[in-house]
């Protein structure tokens, strides 16, 4: 009888050479045609400066978007687990997701209102 995790650990090494194979090819057989744009800083649609001009306000929409994302990427991971053992958990778990989820809807609400998924 072999060890449980000998299929895992097999996959992962599969994956990394996968992974690791994929960066390795795109960097020998890739294009080598470098510009002045290639090689411009980009900084998500703002023109890099060294410094604020005017000492303006920094926009963070972009900043905002992205944090919503991370967090509603974490509310799918909490609700894998749930939907899998939602017969086990009975009423608990449903009265336990459904603060879960109004726990997270409140901000959502709130940057909804503010205009934070409206781009100018």
Same mark, same amino acid.
């Given at each position: 009888?072999?060890?449980? @995790? *000998?299929? $895992?650990?097999?996959?992962? %090494?599969?994956?990394? &050479? $996968?992974?690791?194979? %994929? *960066?390795?090819?795109?960097? #020998? $057989? %890739?294009?080598?045609?470098?510009?002045?744009?290639?090689? +411009? =800083?980009?900084?998500?649609?703002?023109?890099?400066?060294?410094?604020? &001009?005017?000492?303006?306000?920094?926009?963070?929409?972009? @900043?905002?978007?992205?944090?919503?994302? #991370? #967090?509603? +990427?974490?509310?799918?991971?909490?609700? @894998?687990?749930?939907?899998?053992?939602?017969?086990?958990? =009975?009423?608990?778990?449903? *009265?336990?997701? $459904?603060?879960?989820?109004?726990? #997270?809807? &409140?901000?959502?609400?709130?940057?909804?209102?503010?205009?934070?998924?409206?781009? +100018?």
């Amino acid at each position: 009888m072999t060890n449980p @995790y *000998v299929p $895992l650990l097999f996959m992962m %090494g599969i994956a990394a &050479v $996968l992974a690791l194979g %994929g *960066v390795g090819a795109s960097a #020998i $057989l %890739g294009p080598k045609r470098y510009n002045r744009a290639k090689l +411009d =800083a980009y900084e998500c649609g703002i023109e890099p400066t060294p410094h604020a &001009v005017g000492g303006g306000r920094f926009p963070i929409k972009y @900043y905002l978007v992205a944090m919503t994302f #991370i #967090i509603f +990427d974490i509310e799918v991971v909490f609700l @894998y687990p749930w939907a899998v053992n939602f017969t086990e958990l =009975a009423t608990f778990g449903l *009265v336990a997701m $459904l603060g879960f989820l109004a726990l #997270i809807t &409140v901000p959502f609400v709130y940057e909804w209102r503010r205009g934070g998924f409206e781009w +100018d």
